[in-house]
């Protein structure tokens, strides 16, 4: 059965109706064969005991006279009876007195059939009705007594032959029906399954991925529908596939792409750079990766807003994209960094002509929303093979050399070295060593005197933090304070020098010294909300009078987040801090913008003391910054005094206090306490 349904529809329908044809024509068949071999069985008995009727009657006279010629004679006008097989007059018990067939005449009849007339009864009997023969027989009666048999034997065979005519016929008739039920069927089922073999094509060319394929059907049935159906299904499918491809677009357009720029993120930028550096190994050639830095775009950003510093960074990548040729890769890795890979270069030196260009095409004048904005960049550059066999080593030794040009001066380009990528792996080193110094104890802090001009007493100290490394010895804070900055480290080390410089301060007065104003230096890093609560915790901790504190902060400040630090700078100060612009004169504060710090004082940079005794400009800005300083009631220190000469100047010009060599170099806190005393009994 279960092959049935797996055959096609056509051959279903073909074959169901075939069947069912064959079935119901057989039935038919049968039941009119058996019908009238019924029909005929029954006309073929009343024939056989009509004539044993006639012929007991005729006989009977005959019998009893005992006259066989008579006999023989009635039984010979019997004989051409259509089918008759024999006629007989048979004694009660058997003999036969007359037979069609005069050699039997005198046998006695001993057969079953034969023995059941042997019962005397003289009632006509049915002796046998099968296919072959019908066999009866009658009583002959003579004077009430029974004589004799009258039996009568009708052969069938002419009633089978005409049945079996009747079941051929039948057949053929069966085997035509099912013949035009079969072409039927094939007509019908080929008219319904066309319109469905159709729409099989359309469906198998689908999966095959002709996406465009429809069905074409005229039809009003059910078919008909069903293809249109279909057909709108398709369309839905094929509108939803491209809005889907459309999306996919889209999402790996947002994956690979930077959204203010347009141009290739880290993402694309590693997958094409590691495809150049494949092409550049299989064809033996050399490549180059260039990593542009803005210089000051945060500056810029910070004081102009995020909108200007987004045009700038779309302004820039235009500029970039002019730079570079049609095989080079331009990607934006974020921020205000760029790289560029060029493919294909015939020696180093082509990367650098390319970097020098892109240095001069930066350099020129942007002008975004009314603002000129003048930026530069630095550059980095590897080279494959030389730098690097893969992107990773490549963009990292890039970055290396980027950073190596910053450093060496704004709007420059380098080329990296191994020796860079030394100094990456000590600064690496000390990061790591960096994080365990607190733990283990590891940071000092030296103090340098502050002393008041005129009366050559000291005022003050600045705290100034070294790092006492088990293997490399004494750390200066210029190597390893960037570091920190980095790495956010300087926040602890930062809370760890104020409450050690706090406590200090309190140890000396505790050992008899007078309350000396106590400076610690503050990073950029660290002027941020959670400052307030620092300094008021260590005071509160150490009970420091908050007025001997002196908070040193740098310019820098001044360009970053400018309105973000002056509310902090003005809660530390609320607490009673005082604040010291530290390094002042290297910056570019203004006058109006210094007004907004809550500064107390401010340290001219020992760059301006170093020359100030010969070089008269170095003369006139000191003094320019202590008449302003004076102008807007703020005291004055000079940094980094080393000689007579210098201070005899800077008293002249009217500073009020000073630090340097020439009183003391930073000391230890031991160390300071003896030189105090000594001093103050010098003085005395
Ligand atoms: N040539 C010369 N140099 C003199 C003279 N007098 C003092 N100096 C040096 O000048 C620097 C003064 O510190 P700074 O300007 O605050 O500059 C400091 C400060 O910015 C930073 N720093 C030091 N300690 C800390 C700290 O605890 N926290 C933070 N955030 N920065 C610190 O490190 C910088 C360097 O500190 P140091 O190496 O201790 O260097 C000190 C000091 O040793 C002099 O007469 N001649």
Not at 129 to 138: F, G, H, I, K, S
Not at 483 to 489: F, N, R
Not at 518 to 526: C, D, P, T
Not at 666 to 677: D, G, R, S, W
Request: a negative charge.
């Amino acid at each position: 059965m279960r092959r049935f349904w797996s055959r096609s529809i056509r051959r279903q329908l073909m074959l169901g109706i075939a069947l069912v044809h064959a079935v119901l024509m057989s039935i038919f068949v049968l039941d009119l064969v058996e019908r009238q071999r019924q029909f005929l069985a029954e006309q073929s008995i009343a024939q056989a005991s009509g004539l044993a009727k006639t012929l007991a009657a005729n006989s009977a006279s005959w019998v009893l006279s005992s006259d066989l010629e008579g006999l023989n004679e009635v039984l010979q006008s019997q004989a051409s009876y259509p089918g008759l097989r024999y006629a007989m007059v048979v004694r009660p018990h058997g003999r036969v007195v007359a037979h069609t067939d005069r050699s039997k005449a005198g046998l006695y009849l001993q057969d079953r059939l034969s023995r059941s007339l042997f019962d005397d009864r003289p009632e006509p009997r049915l002796l046998l009705a099968n296919r072959e023969l019908v066999d009866t027989a009658y009583p002959i009666v003579a004077n009430g007594e029974l004589v004799g048999w009258a039996r009568v034997g009708i052969s069938q065979s002419a009633i089978t032959a005409g049945l079996w005519g009747i079941t051929r016929d039948g057949i053929l008739y069966t085997l035509v029906a099912i013949l035009v039920g079969s072409v039927f069927a094939f007509l019908m089922a080929r008219g319904l399954t066309q319109g469905l073999q159709r729409l099989v094509v359309v469906a198998d060319g689908i999966r095959e991925g002709r996406r465009d394929m429809r069905a074409e059907s005229a039809r009003q049935d059910e078919i008909g529908q069903l293809a249109k159906n279909l057909n709108q299904m398709l369309d839905a499918l094929a509108q939803r596939e491209r809005d889907l491809s459309a999306a996919q677009a889209d999402v790996q357009h947002l994956a690979t792409r930077d959204t203010l720029t347009q141009l290739p993120n880290r993402l694309l930028l590693m997958d094409r750079l590691g495809q150049a550096i494949l092409t550049a190994q299989r064809e033996h050639h050399t490549l180059a990766l260039l990593v542009i830095d803005l210089d000051r775009f945060k500056t810029i950003n910070d004081s102009l807003g995020h909108h200007i510093g987004d045009q700038l960074i779309q302004q820039v990548a235009g500029r970039l994209s002019n730079c570079i040729g049609a095989g080079d890769t331009l990607a934006r890795l974020g921020g205000d960094e760029f790289v560029v890979v060029r493919s294909e270069i015939a020696q180093p030196g082509e990367a650098g002509h390319l970097a020098q260009r892109i240095n001069e095409e930066l350099r020129q004048p942007y002008w975004i929303e009314g603002h000129e904005l003048n930026s530069s960049c630095s550059i980095g550059i590897s080279i494959y093979p030389d730098d690097g066999n893969d992107a990773q080593t490549l963009l990292r030794n890039a970055d290396t050399a980027m950073y190596h040009a910053k450093e060496g001066g704004r709007g420059d380009f380098e080329f990296f070295s191994s020796d860079m990528n030394r100094r990456a792996v000590q600064r690496l080193k000390l990061e790591n060593e960096l994080r365990n110094a607190l733990l283990r104890d590891e940071f000092r802090l030296l103090y340098q005197p502050q002393v008041d001009m005129r009366s050559g007493q000291v005022v003050g100290a600045e705290s100034l933090i070294r790092w006492h490394h088990p293997e490399m010895g004494i750390v200066a804070p210029t190597d390893f304070i960037p570091v920190a900055e980095d790495t956010g480290l300087i926040r602890d080390i930062g809370a760890w020098v104020l409450r050690e410089a706090c406590r200090q301060q309190l140890r000396w007065c505790a050992a008899g010294l007078p309350p000396l104003r106590i400076a610690v230096n503050l990073s950029v890093r660290q002027v941020e909300p959670g400052l307030v609560d620092l300094v008021s915790r260590v005071l509160s901790d150490t009970g420091l009078d908050a007025r001997y504190l002196d908070l040193e902060i740098t310019e820098s400040l001044l360009m970053h987040n400018l309105n973000a630090n002056i509310a902090v700078l003005r809660q530390v100060s609320a607490c009673g801090a005082q604040i010291s612009m530290d390094d002042f004169g290297t910056g570019y504060s203004s006058l109006s913008s210094l007004k907004l710090f809550p500064v107390q004082t401010l340290k001219i940079d020992r760059s301006f003391v170093r020359d100030l005794v010969d070089d008269q400009d170095d003369a006139n800005i000191v003094r320019s910054i202590v008449a302003m300083a004076h102008s807007l009631g703020l005291r004055i220190i000079a940094e980094g005094v080393e000689n007579e000469d210098q201070l005899g100047y800077l008293r002249e010009l009217g500073c009020d206090e000073y630090q340097g060599y020439l009183f003391s170099r930073p000391v230890t806190a031991a160390e300071f306490q003896t030189l105090f005393a000594g001093r103050a009994e010098g003085s005395a």
